[in-house]
């Protein structure tokens, strides 16, 4: 009462003091607690960032700072808040969102993305009003002026479809290239009209129509022209295929190594340099992902087979857009530079889906005005219907559960007559849980089997194989299920189901939409959001991920009309409505990522000085995009001004970045040079963050515990995602590991990274999703771990160089460096390897020790079958045995300061093995690797390491490695160490002596 007198507004209160508010009241003693209480109302702090979209969509990044203190008996777990965005007016709600702020992120920023619709003339402002669900007075206004906001330019109209006659398979005018196409008579419309510009001519060329109409075919229009040139001596055949998704990488493999392999090599890339460097060079037909392509053509100007590509094909080239679209759009620069640069001409054809700004694609890839293609979404050869269902219910879980009886009447409607369903939900545990509520439905409605389209016997049959027992059961009233946790064969079997119509309905997860073709005549995409561990919230689907779901709602010969059913969170209906009937616009976001880029180019010497760089950039897809959409890439307008101060501020600040991490050196302000750092991070490809992490962290002293700590921290692992749930987990697999983790927080991703190492080490099984981050990590592994072996090594630290080649092994072998080197042998359990060390006639510890006993020995010691024991012979053949000899060359005659040369020679014994070595045996390890060594020269007394060279050997090689005497005249010691990086007890070392004469005496 006294203080509502006073009449002071009530963002004063924030600023007084206890003691203030004590004097205002007129009773100190109170002032304490009334200062608490004024500070536990829910208070936010608000910015916004508004980028626009299209000129009538805008994009809106909130970001919500609380800052208010939490209490648990005042707030409990959450504090619920609707976030609303106004119009200029007040009298529209354009948009609302429901925000839950829990306890756990009461000190940390939260980032909302949503958008709202505008119109022209725009309006000078909206509100943001973020307001309690429980509090009176909790309430904060943002106003957002659109004042300096420039919308993007008006988009070229698409290209027309025309009434053409459909084009016989026969126009191909060549019998070997028809019989390719034997399963219909007639190009589609859309491939009839771009087929004189693909097949008769060499220019580059893009088509953009909607998912599902044919593009692939349209691909195969310029590899058989490449391929008819080829033939006749016009023209060399190396063609290049990039999907940015490995799924769809793996499907066009298969497919066009079935289809072309008569014709042509097809060869899909490893990532691997050197196995890559081959396939290049025998490949004619060559099949990779953007990163895998990044790496091996950054090197173009060395590598003449890159410069020899007479055909780049470029897929989804719409995903251009997306987190990692930076990679593909800085591969197609670099193929144009190469292309402008040698004089050959580099044919480009780009795939995508149908855009609002395909223009400026086209005009970036080089297609002229007849070689773009923009076909409007609508235009599909199988039409779509389109229903788009809101379910208005704020929680997530209660939303999805709430949509399955929806999705199940979208069935019984819309897939008549026993016509395939699929339905798309966001997680593996939704797919499952859909499934089962699904049968249910069906079963109150048909007995259990309207979904079962054979007989129930055969199902039974058919099932007998299924790993889970879940899947059976629901396969038995015709409903399948897909996700990424299942085994390869259930999701086969599953597949083959559906597309022979055993089953009629099958649930995938969001992330089975690329690359596993399951067409349909429903798709129901039930619910639009995922879970993002990033961001503890749920977010949205990319667009892009829906129009390829929607894409699987075709099957051209069999439907005259797909239909799609998407259920979405009421909100955002409009916002789908928008851009799932109309093309959507792609914008670059490359500037997040050029620090990597650049150092790479400066690395190999394309780029120089800073002129260079901003040469570079010109060859982007952002630099068309700049002027376009300035507001998008931060720009304040769109003068030639301000295009070359944005470009400049651009390089110097990433420059600076690099310059501080070490990683590229700037002289005179001009000239840029790379440094070992930069060297380090551009060859292994990896980030420069990581490289200068690592560099940071280690020390001559890091032990193993503090050496897997800095593997885990790589910038690569910061990807990994958190899932709802799994922190616990986490806890508990973190309990158990050899070594504890200081401060852990367990939703960190570098924490899990560092927990699934060392589970791996231990061979604790992990299981699902987090067995699939598990392979993740290991596959990265070993880059990272080369890396910090030189980073190590530039430093000239012997011990810790090892113990980091020494994980490596681990790496490759799933097992700790202390546990004995029998769990690499084929079905030994850690009861085995102690029998062997307790036998009695002789304790047998190392692979050579085992190799030595007979047979029947073993068969007695181990209790092993035969084929058991075969497996084991076999891996004894593999196993390295390396003859490994030296010379110090002229070591007699060594003076202080002199180099010193060591010849090393290795030989291996081959004797069981055929002509080459193979990958290694190393059944723990995700995926085949192959086998590397390390050569060191180092001095044990001081921990030194003088000289290092990795080896890549077969049957013999030679290796020569150099390092300085010392200043001091004497007899030094030094060891020579040879390390595998797969394979623990096979590593040798030697000692050797040089006596050093005084250069100044004789
Ligand atoms: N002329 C044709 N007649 C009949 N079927 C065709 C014809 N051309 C292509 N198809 C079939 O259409 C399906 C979709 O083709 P494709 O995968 O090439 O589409 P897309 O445009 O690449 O779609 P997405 O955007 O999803 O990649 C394939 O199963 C293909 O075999
Ligand atoms: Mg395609």
Redesign the pocket.
């Known amino acids: 009462m006294k203080l509502e007198k006073k009449e002071l507004a009530w963002e004063r209160y924030y600023d007084l003091s206890s003691q203030e508010i004590g004097e205002l009241i007129r009773y100190p003693k109170m002032g304490r607690q009334l200062h608490k209480c004024i500070h536990q109302l829910p208070k936010l702090n608000l910015s916004a960032h508004v980028q626009p979209i299209t000129r009538t969509v805008l994009g809106f990044e909130l970001t919500i700072t609380p800052d208010f203190q939490w209490d648990d008996k005042v707030h409990g777990y959450v504090e619920p808040f609707w976030v609303i965005v106004e119009d200029n007016d007040g009298e529209y709600i354009l948009h609302t969102e429901y925000f839950m702020l829990k306890k756990q992120y009461v000190d940390e920023d939260h980032t909302l993305n949503f958008t709202v619709p505008t119109y022209e003339p725009l309006p000078p402002q909206y509100f943001i009003r973020v307001v309690s669900d429980k509090w009176l007075g909790s309430l904060t206004i943002l106003p957002v002026c659109f004042r300096h906001l420039i919308l993007p330019e008006k988009y070229a109209p698409p290209t027309e479809l025309l009434d053409l006659q459909p084009l016989p398979v026969s126009a191909l005018r060549n019998a070997r290239y028809e019989g390719l196409y034997s399963?219909?008579k007639?190009?589609?419309p859309i491939?009839t009209q771009v087929f004189t510009v693909l097949y008769n001519t060499d220019d580059s060329v893009l088509v953009a129509?909607?998912?599902?109409?044919?593009?692939?075919?349209c691909a195969e229009f310029a590899i058989l022209r490449n391929h008819q040139r080829a033939v006749s001596g016009e023209s060399n055949m190396r063609v290049v295929y990039i999907a940015p998704i490995e799924a769809l990488t793996k499907e066009r493999y298969r497919d066009w190594e079935r289809k072309f392999g008569e014709f042509a090599k097809v060869v899909e890339l490893t990532g691997e340099t050197a196995a890559d460097l081959k396939l290049l060079d025998k490949g004619e037909i060559i099949i990779s992902t953007p990163e895998k392509w990044d790496a091996l053509s950054r090197r173009w100007k060395q590598r003449k087979h890159i410069q020899q590509v007479s055909l780049f094909i470029v897929?989804?080239l719409h995903l251009l857009g997306s987190d990692k679209g930076h990679v593909l759009e800085v591969i197609v620069s670099r193929m144009r530079r190469i292309s402008s640069h040698t004089g050959s001409n580099i044919r480009i054809v780009a795939?995508s889906?149908s855009l609002a700004n395909a223009k400026d694609l086209g005009e970036w890839i080089g297609a002229t005005s007849h070689g773009l293609f923009n076909f409007p979404p609508a235009v599909r050869?199988v039409p779509l219907e389109i229903y788009i269902q809101g379910v208005d219910i704020a929680n997530f879980e209660a939303r999805m559960q709430a949509m399955t009886k929806p999705t199940y009447t979208a069935i019984t409607q819309h897939a008549k007559n026993s016509k395939p369903a699929l339905v798309y939900v966001p997680t593996r545990k939704h797919a499952r849980l859909t499934a089962l509520d699904l049968c249910a439905y069906s079963s109150v409605d048909g007995g259990g089997t309207l979904f079962l389209l054979g007989s129930e016997d055969e199902m039974d049959t058919f099932t007998r194989g299924v790993e889970e027992e879940t899947l059976k059961n629901t396969l038995k009233c015709g409903v399948g299920y897909v996700h990424e946790g299942l085994s390869e064969l259930d999701q086969e079997l599953v597949t083959q189901l559906f597309l022979a119509g055993r089953i009629q309905v099958c649930v995938a997860s969001s992330t089975m939409c690329w690359g596993r073709?399951l067409?349909a005549h429903l798709v129901v995409v039930m619910g639009t959001q995922y879970y993002d561990g990033r961001e503890n919230a749920h977010t949205d689907y990319p667009i892009t991920d829906l129009l390829?779901m929607m894409?699987h709602a075709?099957r051209?010969?069999k439907d005259n009309s797909g239909k799609c059913v998407i259920l979405c969170h009421a909100p955002r209906k409009e916002y789908y409505k928008k851009f799932l009937f109309e093309a959507f616009p792609v914008e670059s976001n490359l500037h997040h990522f050029l620090h990597d880029h650049m150092n790479a180019e400066v690395v190999v010497g394309v780029v120089e000085n800073k002129q260079d760089a901003v040469d570079y950039l010109t060859w982007t897809f952002m630099y068309r995009r700049l002027t376009k959409n300035p507001n998008f890439y931060n720009l304040q307008g769109v003068t030639h001004r301000h295009l070359s101060d944005h470009l400049s501020e651009l390089v110097e600040a990433f420059l600076n970045d690099l310059e501080s991490s070490k990683c590229v050196a700037i002289e005179e302000d001009m000239y840029l040079k790379p440094l070992n750092l930069g060297l380090i991070a551009s060859y292994y490809y990896v980030s420069y963050t990581t490289i200068e992490r690592f560099s940071s962290m280690l020390t001559q002293k890091t032990k193993m515990k503090g050496l897997l700590e800095i593997l885990a921290s790589a910038s690569e692992y910061a990807e990994l995602l958190g899932r709802p749930g799994e922190e616990e987990f986490i806890e508990r697999l973190v309990r158990h590991q050899r070594f504890s983790i200081d401060k852990p927080k367990y939703g960190d991703p570098h924490v899990k990274a560092n927990a699934l190492l060392q589970a791996h080490f231990s061979r604790h099984t992990v299981v699902g999703n987090l067995a699939a981050d598990q392979r993740e990590i290991l596959f990265s592994a070993h880059r990272l771990l080369q890396a910090m072996v030189d980073v190590i090594s530039s430093n000239g630290w012997l011990s810790v160089a090892l113990s980091a080649m020494e994980s490596s092994q681990m790496v490759t072998q799933g097992m700790w460096d202390r546990d004995s080197v029998l769990l690499q042998v084929p079905h030994f359990t850690k009861d085995m390897a102690r029998r062997c060390q307790e036998n009695e006639a002789k304790p047998i510890e190392s692979i050579f020790d085992l190799a030595e006993v007979g047979v029947d020995e073993m068969r007695d010691l181990l209790q092993l079958s035969n084929s058991q024991l075969q497996d084991i012979i076999e891996f004894f053949k593999r196993f390295p045995n390396v003859d490994m000899t030296y010379v110090v060359r002229a070591g007699d005659d060594i003076s202080t300061g002199d180099n010193v040369t060591v010849q090393v020679t290795l030989e291996r014994d081959m004797t069981n093995l055929p002509s080459e070595v193979g990958s290694v045996h190393a059944p723990r390890f995700p995926k085949p690797k192959e086998e590397g060594w390390w050569l060191v020269i180092g001095d044990s007394s001081t921990n030194q390491l003088l000289a290092i060279k990795r080896v890549a050997l077969q049957k013999r090689a030679r290796v020569k490695l150099e390092f300085s005497a010392p200043p001091e005249a004497g007899r030094k010691n030094y060891m020579i160490y040879l390390m595998s990086d797969s394979y623990l007890g096979c590593d040798q070392e030697y000692e050797f002596t040089v006596d050093v004469k005084d250069a100044g005496g004789d």
């Open positions: 399963a219909f007639h190009f589609n491939q129509a909607p998912t599902g109409s044919g593009k692939t075919i897929d989804e795939l889906a050869p073709p067409p390829q894409g075709s051209p010969l």
